[in-house]
């Protein structure tokens, strides 16, 4: 992941929990139908955030599951500053500094989720991750990703900068914040909704949808099929 993300979430880090329903107007459905669609076998899953950031998913996932353990693994150690702050000293969390794409993992998981990170990635670093993550998955285990989509068209994408703009002008927020936000979004390369589907087919996933779609707003579940069924 590049340098200019990493730089774009270190200064972001202080104020981002702050501004996420200003800029995100779809957060209640958004981060709701995520969490919902964590659907673990076990009350005391293992779960790997990836591009973990302050860990506003992982929080809402913990709510669900309070004996699960968490694993936030972010590239920016100023966004990870801000989940340990979160968090405490709960020893259910644990965190790593890396580029997730790259980092060697060890053991399986229940669950993966990430929220608003990997549409950062070129698209064949999506393919190749989703694959990663199919390994790293546990039997029956979900991969859960609330992210950006692009539309099927340029016409679409247009029209759903242009509302997310309307949006948070009406927000509430500094100029500051949202020059600040569009400049993020300047590194995102987004992918539509049917070549998503079709990398986590590839990656080996059998039962995977988009569950909820709001303009470029986009949350995918991906199951790993038991080996006995």
């Given at each position: 992941m590049s340098d200019i993300v990493k730089k774009h979430f270190d200064a972001a880090a202080p104020h981002y929990d702050r501004q996420r329903r200003q800029l995100i107007p779809c957060f209640d459905d958004f981060y709701g139908l995520a969490t919902l669609a964590v659907a673990c076998a076990n009350e005391n899953p293992r779960i790997l955030d990836l591009g973990a950031g302050t860990g506003l998913f992982s929080s809402f996932v913990r709510s669900k599951y309070p004996s699960a353990s968490i694993t936030l693994i972010d590239l920016s150690e100023e966004m990870l500053?801000?989940?340990?702050?979160?968090?405490?000293?709960?020893?259910a969390f644990s965190y790593i500094a890396a580029d997730y794409t790259s980092y060697s993992y060890s053991g399986q998981y229940d669950a993966v989720i990430s929220s608003l990170s990997i549409h950062h990635l070129t698209h064949p670093a999506k393919r190749a991750l989703f694959a990663t993550i199919?390994?790293?998955?546990?039997?029956?285990?979900?991969?859960?990703?609330?992210?950006?989509?692009?539309g099927a068209?340029?016409?679409?994408?247009?029209?759903?900068?242009?509302e997310w703009l309307k949006a948070i002008r009406k927000s509430g927020l500094s100029d500051d914040a949202v020059n600040?936000?569009?400049?993020?979004?300047?590194?995102?390369?987004?992918?539509?909704?049917?070549?998503?589907?079709?990398?986590?087919?590839?990656?080996?996933?059998?039962?995977?949808?988009?569950?909820?779609?709001?303009?470029?707003?986009?949350?995918?579940?991906?199951?790993?099929?038991?080996?006995?069924?």
């Open positions: 500053k801000e989940a340990h702050a979160r968090f405490g000293n709960d020893p199919h390994a790293l998955l546990a039997d029956g285990g979900v991969f859960v990703n609330a992210d950006q989509a692009a068209t340029p016409y679409w994408d247009d029209y759903y900068m242009s600040a936000s569009i400049e993020r979004r300047k590194v995102d390369i987004n992918a539509g909704v049917k070549d998503q589907l079709s990398w986590l087919s590839e990656a080996g996933f059998a039962d995977s949808d988009c569950i909820y779609k709001h303009h470029g707003f986009a949350v995918f579940t991906a199951i790993k099929s038991s080996t006995n069924t």
